[in-house]
């Protein structure tokens, strides 16, 4: 399989979709699928007209995590360094990327599939998506994964999830904050591309903004974030279509 297959890629109108294409081998972060999708949402930041980023998946499985075959044939503490740091790499070019990105989970999401999920801005899921931290059941304890779902929901419910390796519902994701909404398997296209049309309608100036400080703000002082955050919202407030916006806004309370 060519690298450029690993990762489909197709344009909707505002938005992307990238589809992990490995469903035979459960769409694991081989360092091939790495590669395919970090070049993806390179070339994605460099687009001002995209709006959204959708991340799905073929298959039965969303993404079963780090390809084991890979790690059992190259035992080494410089493969691993290199292995962990490219999908730090990864998680981290989500969280900058300039647009949200939504995860459209089909099915299990394990492992560093998992972290997948928690380090996208958003998640839909189907009914029967299930999600789990499961290196903990081959004596692993998945660390890297921690770092995102740790961010992503209560230190218990992840502490939970990591020492004991069992999966959770997409119910129960929901429940954890994991995942935003629920819909059917037939529904899930449906229901992703419905978000994704929602955030695109917003003013590309708020929603860019906005990604830029919110995750930034989380890990200063109550003060610092608060002064942060103020900085930001000057700068989206001067922005010319924002000043329009408002204009329009007064304009119409005017005339009511």
């Given amino acids: 399989m060519a690298q450029e297959d690993y990762v489909l890629i197709n344009k909707q109108d505002q938005w992307i979709e990238l589809t992990l294409n490995r469903p035979q081998n459960l769409n ?7 590669q395919a999708l970090q070049r993806a949402l390179h070339d994605i930041a460099e687009q001002d007209d ?4 959708i991340l799905k998946a073929k298959g039965k499985a969303f993404s079963a995590g780090h390809d084991i075959k890979e790690m ?3 035992v080494s503490d410089t493969y691993y360094q290199g292995l962990f740091q490219q999908c730090s790499q990864l998680m981290q070019s989500i969280v900058n990327l300039p647009v ?6 089909q099915g299990l ?3 560093a599939g998992c972290q997948l999920v928690a380090s996208c801005d958003l998640a839909v899921a189907a009914e029967n998506a299930q999600f789990g931290v499961s290196g903990i059941n081959l004596g692993l304890f998945c660390s890297t994964p921690a770092v995102a779902l740790s961010r992503a929901i209560a230190p218990k419910h992840a502490m939970e999830m990591l020492l004991t390796g069992e999966f959770i519902s997409a119910a129960e994701a929901q429940q954890k904050g994991l995942i935003n909404r629920i819909t059917s398997a037939e529904q899930l296209t449906q229901a992703s591309r419905a978000l994704a049309t929602t955030i695109s ?5 708020a929603v860019k903004t906005g990604k830029a400080m919110f995750y930034p703000q989380q890990e200063k ?11 930001y919202m000057i700068c989206n407030i001067m922005a010319t279509e924002t000043q329009a916006g408002m204009a329009n806004f007064v304009n119409r309370k005017k005339t009511q």
Avoid: G, H, Q, R
Wanted: glycine residues 0%.
């Fill in 109 to 111: 999401a394990t492992a």
């Fill in 221 to 231: 002082t109550l003060a610092e974030a608060y002064k942060f955050a103020s900085d």
């Fill in 50 to 53: 995209i709006t959204c980023v």
């Fill in 201 to 205: 309608e917003k003013l590309p100036a």
């Fill in 72 to 74: 059992v044939a190259n």
């Fill in 100 to 105: 949200p990105v939504i995860a459209e989970v």
């Fill in 28 to 34: 694991s972060l081989s360092e091939k699928m790495m």
